[in-house]
């Protein structure tokens, strides 16, 4: 982290007080560090404004679309800009041990997450996935959102790139045709939208911390397809959920279309490695 930035931060948090700053794994996109002081720990994350141009503000939006409909989520302490980086600063969230007493927990706000309801599915804002645009265009459809907010502009950006060709583009189209007959019929919910398993955290109190949302209203399908698509989730987790909030028959057949939308983010992000979940997906339609 540039040596100006991280002085502009710690003044930001405790004027000319004395802070170390230790390097985390925070994902692949920002700069992020633990920040130490005499009587607090943080968690900051930077970036540069080539890339959020809004500096973390969506980010923050999510973090209170949560907390509002009861989600679990770490303070926000402060956040800006300086020159062309953008900083934030959050609570930083000491980790417990993932007990079946925490995965209980987990199901019980997830499913309380998604019985918060919406009028349409979308949201008021566009935000990203990992750092591509995602668009959040209102619908009374979800059909129609997940084609034109999710799935269009993805495979798009992926054909453009030369990521994907004309006949991959086909098998899209096809299959456009034949999700009417196949996602079933809820009202629009809230949902966490970025729900794998390197986007919550199980704190002390066994309590799962949400982090990293890409938040708007949506069937709730897609955060518990996205929670299968890199593991890391007990089963007793899913168990529990459907014991609370159960899910119409079968969502194993659906998931996979639930996750193409992650999955042509991540071509777009990382490149062709996973073209082949996503033909595998698309090709039986």
């Not at 540039?2 to 931060?9: A, C, D, R, S, T």
């Not at 230790?22 to 920002?30: A, E, L, R």
């Not at 983010?265 to 033909?279: R, V």
Request: hydrophobic share 35%; with cysteine; proline share 3%.
């Amino acid at each position: 982290m540039n040596f100006e930035l991280k002085k502009h931060i710690e003044r930001e948090l405790l004027g000319n007080e004395s802070l170390s700053w230790q390097p985390v794994g925070g994902g692949s996109i920002n700069e992020t560090f633990k920040l130490n002081s005499k009587s607090n720990q943080y968690f900051v994350k930077s970036n540069t404004t080539s890339v959020f141009k809004n500096g973390f503000y969506e980010e923050i939006h999510g973090l209170n679309f949560l907390k509002k409909h009861k989600a679990l989520v770490p303070e926000v302490i402060v956040e800006g800009k300086f020159d062309n980086y953008v900083f934030l600063v959050l609570e930083w969230i000491e980790t417990g041990n993932q007990s079946l007493k925490f995965w209980n927990s987990f199901a019980q706000q997830l499913a309380k997450l998604h019985q918060q309801k919406g009028t349409h599915f979308g949201l008021e804002i566009d935000n990203f996935m990992g750092e591509l645009h995602q668009k959040n265009e209102f619908s009374i459809n979800f059909i129609d959102f997940f084609i034109q907010n999710r799935l269009r502009p993805q495979v798009k950006l992926a054909y453009d790139s030369r990521l994907l060709s004309i006949h991959h583009l086909k098998y899209f189209e096809s299959l456009y045709k034949q999700l009417k007959s196949i996602f079933p019929n809820e009202a629009p919910c809230a949902v966490h939208g970025d729900l794998w398993s390197g986007n919550f955290m199980c704190s002390t109190s066994e309590k799962a911390i949400l982090i990293d949302p890409a938040v708007h209203y949506s069937h709730r399908e897609v955060d518990l397809a996205m929670t299968t698509l890199f593991g890391g989730f007990s089963s007793e987790f899913y168990n529990s959920y459907q014991e609370i909030y159960p899910l119409e028959r079968g969502f194993q057949q659906r998931k996979e279309l639930y996750n193409l939308y992650p999955l042509l983010i991540h071509l777009n992000l990382f490149g062709t490695s996973y073209l082949k979940s996503i033909e595998s997906i698309v090709s039986q339609f």
